[in-house]
């Protein structure tokens, strides 16, 4: 149904240009570009592969769109991430936003860094509603959490600080992030608000080592008022990354600012998290969210339902909310999707389209394959070294062995491949070596906890993405 509904949508495009209805059709679009954006997505999707569409494409983020000219900008997180965009993936997107709108269209790619608004505006201008505590529906599984983060906004670096908030994927914790940092900026205009994740931060931190750049990059986040940390659990496990943000969790720290951190579970069970930043992280407060309950979720079905003027009966919000338990971005990916439908497609809400949609957010949102390019993105994150060097087989220097063994490891761990397939892809070695490198990891993680630690980390990782 996905496709019928570019089609439609092209069909409607080239109608209102061919009778001067452009401008009319641009107001439905800019207000749904979100939903025209999730179905360039679709379109992305079917030609790439999951690891593909996952690593690259799924964290670009929709910032504006002008159908007059025919200009969209597109975030992406990094400049790394951008080039790699345009190498690699622009004809496709470009491809797919054509059928969507039925016209070619010029694409912009920035990053956060470059965006004139702070971090936490650009999220808003990205999303259907702003990211605010009067839109964030409470209930027992997070009114705690709730509690803390505006209690941080209304008092910066009084109140709880630090502030580290955790819980599964999809439950919140980046709503009230970015509700924190749009509170204090409404409230403090002149204040310097830094946003950042946890991975961005240490990709950042090597560009700026291999530029020569460490002053400015200090500069920018030891001088913020307040430092918004999204997914801090990616920091651990990288010496000099861990290092760097000591160092810079002290100095904001001590200059009483305020330093608010999310993570998917709480820092005594991040194994391998430096324990001199586990003691300060620790220091502060900290929030968990809980899965909502039923009736908080249908709560979120009919706020976000009444964000986008989308008519849902009560029945369906119930039937959603009972369908859908633990995740509350897959319950908001429903009440999009379906707006996609009937925006676009004028199609009437029905159960049987509301069961359609809930099918198709919850495979999208199943979590992919563990491939090993999943996986040597992890363990080559995790190390600092590169995935391709991991599979020479003429690489053997003692830094990269090391990293090697770990991925063999964790590929026979998560995956189905046999010895010989796992031997073809770590540089065509023999079956019989990547027998003894499993074996011989074992025996190793039996008496090395802190192995055990990294790699059990690693695998989370790549199980939480």
């Known amino acids: 149904m996905d496709f019928d509904i570019l089609r439609n949508l092209g069909r409607k495009v ?27 997505c679709v379109n992305c999707k079917s030609k790439i592969t999951d690891v593909g569409y996952n690593i690259w494409i799924s964290r670009i983020e929709p910032v504006s769109l002008n159908f007059e000219k025919g200009e969209a900008t597109l975030m992406v997180p990094s400049d790394f991430h951008r080039e790699t965009i345009e190498n690699f993936y622009l004809p496709m997107i470009k491809e797919s936003f054509k059928e969507v709108f039925g016209t070619d269209i010029s694409i912009t790619f920035i990053t956060p860094e470059e965006d004139k608004e702070e971090a936490p505006k650009e999220a808003s201008s990205t999303s259907f509603y702003d990211f605010t505590f009067d839109n964030f529906i409470v209930g027992s599984s997070n009114k705690f959490a709730h509690a803390a983060a ?108 305020q330093i ?92 049987a389209v509301v069961s359609e949609v809930i099918s198709d957010i919850l495979n999208n949102d199943a979590p992919p394959e563990h491939t090993i390019d999943m996986i ?42 046999s010895t010989v397939t796992i031997g073809e892809i770590f540089g065509n070695r023999h079956h019989s070596t990547i027998v003894y490198t499993i074996q011989q990891m074992e025996k190793k993680m039996q008496t090395d906890s802190n192995l055990r630690d990294t790699i059990e980390d690693i695998i989370k990782n790549i199980r939480d993405r």
């Open 14 to 40: 080239k109608k209102a240009r061919y009778f001067n209805g452009v401008k009319i059709l641009e107001e439905s679009l800019m207000k749904s570009f979100n939903d025209a954006w999730n179905l360039v």
């Open 150 to 257: 505006m209690a941080v906004a209304a008092n910066p670096a009084h109140a709880y600080n630090p502030l580290l908030m955790y819980g599964s994927s999809g439950l919140g914790k980046t709503h009230l992030l970015y509700a924190i940092g749009n509170e204090i900026k409404n409230d403090n205009p002149d204040m310097k608000i830094q946003y950042v994740k946890g991975d961005d931060f240490m990709n950042e931190l090597i560009e700026s080592i291999g530029n020569n750049t460490m002053p400015e990059f200090r500069q920018k986040y030891r001088q913020a008022d307040v430092l918004l940390v999204d997914d801090v659990q990616f920091i651990a496990g990288k010496d000099r990354t861990q290092e760097e943000f000591f160092h810079t969790f002290n100095t904001l720290y001590e200059s009483h600012k």
């Open 376 to 417: 040597l993105s992890e363990v080559s994150r995790t190390f600092g070294v590169k995935p391709e060097d991991i599979k020479n087989q003429k690489s053997r220097r003692s830094n990269i062995n090391h990293p090697r063994h770990v991925a063999i490891y964790i590929t026979r761990e998560l995956t189905d491949l």
């Open 260 to 351: 608010v951190l999310t993570s998917d579970r709480p820092p005594k069970e991040i194994n391998i998290l430096d324990d001199r930043l586990r003691s300060r992280f620790e220091s502060g407060l900290l929030a968990d969210l809980q899965p909502p309950d039923v009736e908080t979720r249908i709560a979120i079905i009919k706020r976000k339902a009444d964000s986008l003027n989308l008519p849902i009966s009560d029945e369906h919000a119930q039937f959603i909310a009972n369908k859908i338990k633990t995740n509350v971005r897959q319950i908001e990916g429903v009440v999009k999707k379906l707006n996609a439908r009937y925006l676009l497609n004028n199609e009437k809400i029905t159960q």
